[in-house]
């Protein structure tokens, strides 16, 4: 299923099922694919040459990471929760369904919606290295690729996602999604109260990066937004 429950930890029922990352053995947690090494390194030769600055490359990784990158993701979530039509065609077919809205490219060939429910919460992770959904989320976190989040969110997920903050009710299920590089997850996550009578760009709004990871959950509307 390409999923882990949060019950089942053992060795095996973790190798059970997994898709392996084409990534030759032994290979380092810091492992970079080719396009990312060849950045860093022009990076380094442009900053050393004193033709670009480092801080203005962070501040567009940031923008690009956390605000125009996820705003596609969010796009999609948002139209789901307005569209029962497109939630059905997100769910059957996310590839096919997620390029319609034009977001396509590399690292977003072939992905795969799972729907967060109040019996159900989906996290993902890639065990093997960092594989992301660029197109819909932008530039992977730094912690996502982090081999401690890698490792303990198969094992122990409720703690991982409390310390994001997240605490999930006791008869809620966890389930835990491995991409890999023939298959990358997008969380849907539910929709919140309050929010009846919202267009699809107000919905989006409230649509995070995390919560499209699932380490987090959509956002409340504030008191005053609320509608009902």
């Known amino acids: ?3 882990h429950e949060e019950h089942d930890q053992s060795d095996e029922g973790h190798d059970h099922g997994h898709h392996h990352h084409h990534h030759g ?5 810091n492992h970079l694919e080719p396009i ?16 670009i600055d480092p801080a203005a490359i962070d501040a ?22 307005t569209n029962p039509g497109f939630a059905a065609w997100l769910a059957a077919d996310a590839t096919e369904a997620i390029a319609s809205l034009g977001f396509v490219g590399r690292q977003g060939e072939h992905m795969q919606a799972v729907f967060n429910t109040p019996e159900v919460h989906n996290v993902v992770v890639c065990t093997l290295c960092s594989c992301y959904p660029w197109p819909v989320l932008g530039l992977p976190p730094v912690w996502y690729k982090s081999p401690p989040y890698r490792s303990r969110v198969v094992m122990e997920p409720r703690a991982v996602l409390a310390e994001f903050g997240l605490e999930l009710p006791a008869g809620t299920e966890v389930r835990v999604w491995d991409s890999t590089a023939e ?4 969380v849907i996550p539910m929709r919140p109260d309050g929010t009846d009578g919202w267009s699809a760009d107000e919905l989006a709004e409230l649509v995070s990066r995390d919560s499209m990871i699932g380490t987090a959950v959509a956002a409340s509307p ?3 937004e609320a509608i009902g």
């Not at 053995?25 to 947690?29: F, Y």
């Not at 298959?183 to 997008?186: E, H, Q, S, T």
Request: glycine residues 10%; aromatic residues 6%; proline residues 6%.
């Open 183 to 186: 298959l990358r997850y997008l």
């Open 36 to 51: 990312e090494a060849r950045v860093r390194a022009l990076e380094t030769i442009l900053t050393e040459k004193g033709l």
């Open 25 to 29: 053995d032994g290979e380092p947690d």
């Open 60 to 81: 567009i990784v940031d923008t690009y990471q956390n605000d125009v990158g996820p705003r596609n993701g969010a796009a999609a979530v948002a139209k789901a929760w």
């Open 1 to 3: 299923m390409g999923s």
């Open 222 to 224: 504030k008191p005053a």
